[in-house]
């Protein structure tokens, strides 16, 4: 029995979803410790496809406990159409929770992510998504934030909006949006109360419980390393820490606690959003990426930037967070291509450099690529490490070699049998 952490270990949309949807199969408690509804998981299982924003992927296992953590920031009306989508298949999602201290987000959150971005200056827009998630987390930092306990207490919840909203109207009179009403918001909080106050607890004690007994644990990530708001390619970063040092604290356990930390790999690169991206593909190459392995964005249906291999970023990402392991996914998507690449290094300015620089320096880098061979045949049918062609096991252990962590797990297709466990 053991606390894994599952995490990203590249710019997000690495198959996190897919990896927790099969491990939960097994687990206890599946925890959601950061993010908000920006970025999707998504799970294929024998109930269908599904693309879950914010609540946990282990719903589908009525016997897993799934806690939205307090490191969250939870907007109730995604939530409402989250649960309506898995009732549809009959997943009645009973078994879950959300903690007492997660902040919420507002309407006007939403708002003012979306007129914050289209105010930035030409080539410094982030790409969000505009569902409020940065300006919650604002709120949050400056101490100013609605928690989800607070809709519990009507008379405290007003008197902390009293406090909030003369600031947030004069920030959307700015950008000429019309001023939130607070008898408005007590409504919305009103109703979010009945439909999920039994939801919102202290899930402390349940993790507590859970971690002195033994049970598997789970603790889901949001996006990928590269997106950390400390580590990552700031400011085009997401407003918290998708790293494994930022689920001891979104879940609310000591780090020693932590027995696994898996980094999920997709076996090229992939991103979301603005911000430097050196490996990405401006030719047959990326578009056939893009195509084969449908990378559209689980939230948008943007279309994700799409490259080689990035070794730099991964290992960067394997010390940052301490990988035990790696799972690899869409490795079937490389299954035509001839010839492979893997980016080992960067030059800068004439000169090579192999480890992870800040912003500037990956906005200037160039890649310095080691080709390998593809194996042209199909990977979707392998179920065990022997089943895969040589040239894709050589390919796979390269990436193992260059990222610092051994494999654990081989993705070969959406499926939950097409992984292979080593």
Known sequence: MSVTAIVGAQWGD????????????????????????????????????????????GIFNPDTTCIIGAGTVVNFDTLEIELASIAKVGVEGKNLFIDRRAHLILPFHCQLDGAEE?????????????????????????????????????????????????????????????????????????????????RIIDTLPVLREAVTAKKDVLLEGQLGIMRDLDWGIYPYTTSSNPSAGGACSGAGLSPRHIDEVIGVVKAYSTSVGGGPFPTELFDADGEKLRSVGLEFGATTGRPRRCGWFDAVATSFSCWI??????????????????????????????????????????????????????????????????????????????????????????????????????
């Open 14 to 57: 690495e198959g996190k979803g897919r990896v927790v949807d099969y491990l939960a199969q097994k687990a206890q408690v599946v925890i959601r410790f950061q993010g908000g509804d920006n970025a999707g998981h998504t799970v294929i299982n024998d109930k269908g496809k599904f693309a879950l924003h914010i609540i946990p992927s």
């Open 118 to 198: 289209a105010s930035k200056k030409s080539g410094w827009a982030v790409g969000t998504t505009k569902r409020g998630i940065g300006p919650c987390y604002s709120d949050k930092a400056a101490r100013v934030g609605i928690r989800a306990s607070d809709i519990l207490d009507p008379d405290r919840l007003r008197t902390r909006l009293e406090m909030l909203l003369p600031q947030k109207n004069r920030q959307l009179a700015h950008y000429g949006l019309p001023e939130a009403n607070i008898e408005e918001l007590m409504e919305k909080c009103g109703k979010w109360a009945s439909r999920f106050g039994n």
């Open 321 to 422: 967070n301490g990988f035990t392991g790696i799972a690899i996914t869409k490795l079937d998507i490389l299954d035509t291509f001839e010839t492979i690449k893997i980016c080992t290094g960067y030059t800068i300015d004439g000169v090579l450099v192999t480890d992870l620089p800040d912003t500037s320096g990956q906005e200037k880098a160039v890649p310095v690529y080691e080709e390998m061979e593809g194996w042209m045949t199909s990977t979707a049918e392998a179920r065990a490490w022997n089943d895969l062609p040589p040239k894709a096991q050589a390919y796979v252990l390269r990436l193992a070699e260059l990222t610092g962590a051994p494999i654990k797990f081989i993705s070969v297709g959406p499926e939950r049998d097409q992984i292979i466990i080593l």
